[in-house]
Every structure is written in C-alpha cells, then in structure tokens.
C-alpha cells in the first residue's frame, strides 16, 4: 500500500545519509517519486559514485567532515534525511564507535542548519530511549527517560541536541522515536527489534527459526510503509504545527514473538519457533510495550494503516516472489 502522491515540484535538493539501510532503501524511492528522482541524493559508506534509477547514489562516510562538507556544498542540499546509525545489539559491542557515528554527525548537521548552510534536518530517534521507571503499557510522550543501552543513550542525547538547536538556534529539525521497523526491501540491521524481520526469511527459507528473544516479549513495530508516511506528513507540516522539537512518539502496532510466529503459521502450517534469549533480552525488557502516540496524531495527522495480518501478508507476498 503506498498513497504518496504524484511527484512535486521542489527547489528542495535532498540529501539521505545512511541510503542502503533499511529506512533508506524505501524512503530514497518514495522522495524520488514526490521531488523527483534527480533532486534526491543518497549516501552511504558502502555505495560507489554512480545513478541508480535517477538518484544520485553517494560513496559517504559520514564521520568524514570534510567529504560530508562538499557533498553538502557541491549538490546545493537544502534538506537532510540524516539515518545513519549503528543499532542496539551492535552498540552494545561497539560503545566508543557507537557514540561517535550516533551522535557527531547529527551535531556537524546542526552546526551547518545553525549557519543556514542547510534548511532542515529529519533525525530518527527510538523506542531506545525508554527504560527504568515507566509504565509498560501505553507510554506517553512526556515519559521520564532512562535508557538502559548504549544505543538508548546516543539516542536521548540526540534528542536532547535537536531541542536544544531548534530552541536556541531556530533551526528546523524534526524526528520521530521508531518502534522497531519491518521491511522486505532490505535487511535488519542488527537491532533488538531484529527478529520480526529475520522470521519471514527463516519461514520462507526452511519453515524453522530460532527466536533470541522469549516468546511473551511484546514491543512496539511498525510495517516500513507506515513509517516512510509517517516521515513525510511530519517533513510535510507546517512548522507551527509542531509542539515536539525532541523527537515524536510512534505507537505503531505491539506484538510478541509468540504471535507474529501464530500468524505465518496461518501461511505456513509447518513452521516452527524456538526461543533462546541472548543479551539482547535485557535491552528488550526495558523497552516498553505499547506507546501513545496522540501528540502525532493531532500535530501533524499520524494515520498508521497496517496492522500484523496486513505485515505478515504484504512480507510473504513479497518475499515470495521470484
């Protein structure tokens, strides 16, 4: 299901940092169909320099100033996508790398939207900054915040960072804390959330998956549709309308292990679950089972469409496919 409308006419020049990830690889198509494809410029550490379907693909590393600098420079980019970030289950291994590439190329970003050398940032925080001391059960958006990861805490402060620019400085940043993201475009990319993407691919592939998390772990998910929409009303709203400047709520729809797996049963009779938690439990535990999202909805009009029969059917439907 996509409603993105038909291209528009921008003098945006965009600029998508972290491009072959998984929130990348849909939104550098859904920007391309809006602005039009030779508006949009997608970066990321592993691409070459070349044209894929109109958009400009970038060879960036974004902890390279001066490479990041002249991108900016010589594409005249107007409007950052800035989704670079090392995952919960990695940052935990890699806390020193975890915090540099989290949190000093959003700063560098808001240093260049402070000089109005650019016009406006989208910085995705997440459900990451959840932790002790909150209600599991419909959290809201003015919860206490506690982390209890490394990535949690790169993520609290990069929302604190785009507060604080957009309160001091003017600068226009906008950001949405993500509950974990589903997508059979691209791979996960090694977060806590992880699991309800690498199921389909186990089902499809042998019908057997091993689980790293207990079956009764309820989360918050969203189907990458709901969250390429969801970026674009925000990106799309009148600046007035906006009441949060740290990072909006996404709700999102909760399930656990157990039931996603009861649902591509349904689809693949055979298929079996087993769970064995690893340290990644722990950071799950901490996180929240269901989020209010309602600041969102009556800012900017946050409308989600799919629910787990919607995500378990579109996945296979496209996994499936030659």
Not at 44 to 63: A, C, P, S, Y
Not at 199 to 213: D, E, G, R, S, V
Not at 284 to 303: F, H, M, N, R, V
Request: hydrophobic share 35%; charged share 25%.
């Amino acid at each position: 299901m996509n409603t993105i409308g038909p291209e528009t006419k921008t003098t945006e020049r965009i600029l998508i940092t972290g491009g072959g990830g998984q929130i990348g690889t849909d939104l550098s198509e859904a920007l391309a169909k809006k602005y039009g494809a030779d508006n949009i410029f997608c970066s990321d550490v592993k691409f070459e320099n070349t044209i894929r379907d109109g958009i400009h693909e970038l060879q960036l590393n974004v902890l390279d100033e001066s490479n990041f600098e002249r991108i900016l420079e010589d594409n005249k980019i107007t409007t950052v996508y800035h989704l670079v970030s090392l995952l919960s289950g990695t940052s935990e291994k890699k806390p020193l790398l975890a915090k540099n590439l989290n949190l000093n190329p959003l700063l560098f970003l808001l240093e260049k939207a402070k000089a109005k050398k650019i016009e406006r940032i989208f910085w995705p925080s997440s459900i990451a900054v959840f932790g002790k001391g909150i209600p599991k059960h419909n959290v809201s958006q003015d919860s206490v915040l506690h982390p209890e990861s490394v990535y949690g805490i790169t993520k609290l402060a990069g929302e604190e960072l785009c507060r604080h620019y957009h309160d001091a400085y003017s600068v226009d940043v906008r950001s949405l804390r993500f509950p974990g993201l589903i997508s059979w475009k691209a791979p996960a990319g090694g977060g806590t959330t992880d699991y309800a993407v690498e199921i389909f691919h186990h089902a499809i592939k042998n019908q057997l998956y091993k689980c790293f998390l207990t079956e009764y772990t309820a989360l918050p998910m969203m189907y990458m549709d709901d969250a390429i929409e969801a970026t674009l009303a925000l990106m799309s709203a009148d600046p007035n309308a906006i009441s949060v400047r740290g990072s909006y709520n996404l709700g999102g729809v909760s399930f656990t292990p157990k039931e996603i797996a009861n649902e591509i049963k349904k689809h693949f009779p055979d298929f079996t679950i087993t769970y064995e938690p690893d340290f990644r439990q722990a950071i799950a535990d901490s996180w929240p089972s269901s989020i209010d999202d309602t600041p969102a909805q009556k800012d900017w009009g946050l409308k989600l469409k799919y629910q787990l029969p919607d995500i378990v059917n579109d996945m296979i439907l496209h996994l499936k496919k030659p």
